[in-house]
């Protein structure tokens, strides 16, 4: 059934056809903080914000095992994933003085910055393979940060953009999108959480106890959708260590919720304040649309995250296209 799009959530596969054949090295563009009003007036803004709420919007109900397409694309992801944390098995932690940072994540680093290109033209099409140096920035950009050996939701966000990036060549379609956030970025937050334990990683620009948590946001996003309109399970339940660990296989944000107690001690209201106050809110659908204004404005719009956010010709730093109504609006049967 033909429906009205709303610009806000269209998907950048839409722009397949008309992507640009001519790929460049993505680079930083936001060097000062007079630099973020480009930002969010971009192509690149726009482009991953859309991609975001359409996810969110093709998640909400919906149990990760529920049944979806899983195709040859989203396949080799799951081959790429599975390369990096294999990487990991191989590379143990060194014995250092320091208790955190571990200087072996520089090694395990060091094979994906020789072999991202490969691992990406692995995952397109033979006839998209010129896509793959700019996507492949991404990629490295998503597994944290080699000099401080930290991670962070900026990180995230690279992950996210490199998913973008595919669905803008065409790569990934409309049919991929459930297994795009229920099979490659839960398997990707997986792969991240091994990292962050194995190597001991710090939290990039972390707000402590008065952050959402140390390391993600997407999952909680993406998981207080899968919760809309639940017949029985409220907000109050996730602090429930019960209901954790009896519901976090089918949804994400308890998943994330048993990561956290098992990473940290003490009472969880201490802890993870910001959680605990959520909890309180009456429906999972104010949450959702709570965190949407709170991604924005505590990771989207903050500089010191997006000042690391690299530009091409996939996120392009160009102002927004002009959206005309009229082209999107069905031409309606003559009474």
Not at 160 to 182: S, Y
Not at 206 to 220: A, E, K, N, R
Not at 292 to 305: S, W
């Amino acid at each position: 059934m033909a429906e009205t799009k709303d610009n806000s959530e269209a998907t950048p596969e839409d722009d397949a056809p008309n992507v640009t054949e001519t790929f460049m090295i993505p680079r930083k563009e936001i060097n000062m903080v007079t630099d973020m009003g480009k930002w969010k007036q971009s192509q690149a803004y726009a482009d991953y914000m859309g991609f975001i709420l359409s996810l969110n919007k093709v998640v909400k109900g919906k149990k990760l095992t529920c049944e979806y397409k899983v195709t040859e694309t989203i396949q080799k992801l799951l081959e790429l994933l599975g390369t990096l944390d294999k990487w990991i098995d191989e590379t143990p932690p060194v014995d250092q003085p320091s208790r955190f940072g571990n200087k072996a994540y520089r090694t395990w680093f060091s094979k994906l910055d020789q072999e991202a290109e490969s691992l990406v033209s692995a995952v397109l099409p033979p006839d998209k393979c010129a896509a793959a140096p700019e996507i492949a920035v991404y990629l490295k950009e998503s597994v944290g940060n080699a000099t401080r050996i930290d991670y962070g939701t900026g990180h995230e966000a690279a992950f996210a953009a490199f998913l973008c990036c595919l669905c803008k060549i065409g790569a990934l379609g409309t049919e991929d999108q459930l297994a795009m956030v229920f099979k490659v970025f839960t398997s990707y937050l997986s792969v991240m959480r091994k990292l962050q334990k194995t190597y001991r990683m710090e939290p990039a620009g972390s707000q402590g106890v008065w952050g959402l948590d140390d390391f993600q946001f997407l999952p909680f996003i993406w998981g207080s959708s899968q919760f809309v309109d639940h017949l029985t399970l409220e907000p109050r339940h996730f602090i429930d260590g019960k209901v954790v660990n009896e519901h976090h296989q089918d949804y994400m944000f308890l998943d994330c919720i048993k990561f956290i107690n098992e990473m940290k001690t003490g009472p969880f209201a201490e802890h993870s304040n910001q959680l605990w106050n959520i909890s309180a809110v009456p429906s999972w659908s104010k949450i959702n649309q709570g965190l949407i204004k709170m991604y924005r404005a505590e990771c989207l719009e903050k500089f010191p995250v997006i000042q690391h956010f690299k530009f091409g010709s996939l996120l392009s730093i160009q102002p927004v296209k002009p959206w005309h109504p009229a082209a999107h609006v069905e031409e309606r049967p003559k009474s």
